[in-house]
């Protein structure tokens, strides 16, 4: 026999080396899709992580009432400054840095709202070109309580 006849030992051919083509750009797809989902998670984490901070951190500005005031029967009021310096005790020892504080009044009771910014460090979408890093902020707000409600 003279020739190749092709088969499964047949060499040469022209579609030689596309499935290795195919294959490469087939997982870079997928290890981008990988990327997305696990660096999602981390920065949805991240935002979780953010509002609890800021959560809790209102809760230490919110126990921050003015004692005086409040034991001789006058409106539970907010120590402002005390309730920064609990704010950031409670951020500092949290480990978070980034934050504000203010003090809106609502139906004429002030509150403590907390912002706080926290930075989530992708680990893998880093690697094709997104931003390594991205910030995200949570916030809440409390309201000083006293007594029973």
Known sequence: MSGDQGGP????????GRVSV???VA???V???IGMAFDGAGQLRTLQRADNLAAEAARAGGQAIDRATAIAGGPTRI????ARRA??????AAGATGHTVSFPVVDGET???????VTHHRS???LFGFDETVTVSGEATARPLTGAP
Do not use: S
């Not at 120590?79 to 005390?82: A, C, I, L, M, T």
């Not at 509150?111 to 910014?117: K, L």
């Open 111 to 117: 509150r403590v709202r907390v912002r706080v910014t």
């Open 27 to 29: 997982m870079v797809g």
């Open 9 to 16: 030992g047949r060499r040469g051919g022209r579609d030689e």
């Open 124 to 126: 893998m979408l880093g």
């Open 87 to 92: 704010v950031a005790a409670y951020l500092a």
């Open 22 to 24: 195919f294959l490469a």
């Open 31 to 33: 290890l981008a899709v």
């Open 79 to 82: 120590n402002r400054p005390q």
